[in-house]
């Protein structure tokens, strides 16, 4: 029997039927992943963006991770310095307190010294995930070795500017101040190192004391005493003493801790605005609106079941089926 339907309508119902079939079946997985295409040929037009703004989310990524080590490095450094300063500050009211009472026997003025002077040591070779924080780019090195000072000069008026310094003789890291990029063209340098000079006048003040035995005289208490002073930032250097002043005193070096903490913590926060940013942007290119697209599967559902029943009809049509 020969068909009353066309063949190329017949042909081009079923291009038609097929190609919803395939739509269809592209929208079940997008619905049941939430995703726009499993590989980036289905997103061919979208592909160099979704790969810019991975690559950015992973080097934000980074920023944030690298921040937050470096944050950690100078909270520890910034609580070493700020127990520094108590330390030193108790220190001082002994000296001050054995001077003007004329009992530092009785007070064991050199062993406090000697505690004093391991405290700051202890206090300047803090470690953070086995790196020493205040030994420069030496973060493998102990900073601060007590051993092997020499003698201090005989400290009787008028001395002379600047009294010897032992920083040579108890630092053993290097000058290298660590920096890092904790945003996009942004680096910082950060930290301190343990020679500072306010460190080591407060170490020389406690070396002189120690080394004068439990009755230092006044002349050695007056000296360390401007030391001490000078390091805390009570006193602009004493001549007289051969205290030369401090550019940067112990509350100096803390507010620039606290400054390079409050950097980072502005790039991070740069950051997360950013990261909020690329997540919406990598998801606008990667995923699909599941109710929505639950909408379109029942609609093309729908438009393939009639197609179907079309092409059920159109392949039963005859001349003898037409005739009756």
Excluded: C
């Excluded at 008026?157 to 920096?179: F, I, R, W």
């Excluded at 051969?242 to 390079?260: E, F, H, M, R």
């Amino acid at each position: 029997m020969t068909r009353v339907s066309n063949y190329a309508l017949n042909n081009f119902l079923q291009s038609q039927t097929l190609g919803v079939q395939q739509r269809l079946a592209d929208l079940q997985i997008q619905a049941s992943s939430g995703q726009k295409a499993q590989t980036y040929s289905g997103i061919a037009a979208d592909a160099h963006q979704l790969i810019s703004l991975q690559v950015a989310q992973d080097q934000t990524a980074q920023y944030v991770k690298t921040n937050a080590s470096i944050d950690s490095r100078l909270t520890t450094m910034e609580s070493s310095v700020s127990d520094i300063f108590k330390a030193a500050t108790n220190f001082r009211t002994l000296l001050l307190n054995a001077e003007n009472n004329n009992n530092a026997g009785d007070l064991s003025i050199d062993t406090e010294a000697a505690n004093f002077r391991q405290q700051v040591a202890n206090l300047l070779n803090v470690q953070v995930d086995g790196r020493y924080l205040f030994a420069g780019s030496r973060t493998d090195v102990k900073p601060v070795d007590l051993n092997g000072w020499s003698t201090p000069p005989t400290l009787t008026p008028p001395l002379t500017l600047p009294l010897p310094t032992y920083t040579a003789e108890y630092y053993k890291g290097d000058s290298q101040v660590m920096s890092a990029d904790i945003d996009t063209s942004l680096n910082i340098k950060y930290g301190v190192t343990a020679d500072n000079p306010a460190f080591e006048y407060l170490l020389r003040a406690a070396n002189y004391i120690q080394t004068a035995g439990p009755t230092p005289s006044q002349d050695e208490m007056e000296t360390a005493l401007s030391l001490i002073n000078t390091a805390l930032g009570t006193e602009s250097g004493n001549a007289a003493r051969g205290t030369l002043p401090l550019t940067q005193d112990i509350a100096d070096i803390q507010a620039q801790i606290g400054t390079s903490r409050s950097s980072i913590d502005q790039a991070n926060s740069r950051h997360s605005d950013f990261q909020i940013y690329l997540t919406q942007g990598i998801a606008d290119v990667k995923t699909v609106d599941v109710a929505q697209t639950l909408t379109q599967v029942s609609s093309y559902t729908t438009q393939l079941q009639a197609s179907y029943m079309t092409l059920s009809q159109i392949s039963q049509l005859s001349l003898l089926n037409y005739l009756k």
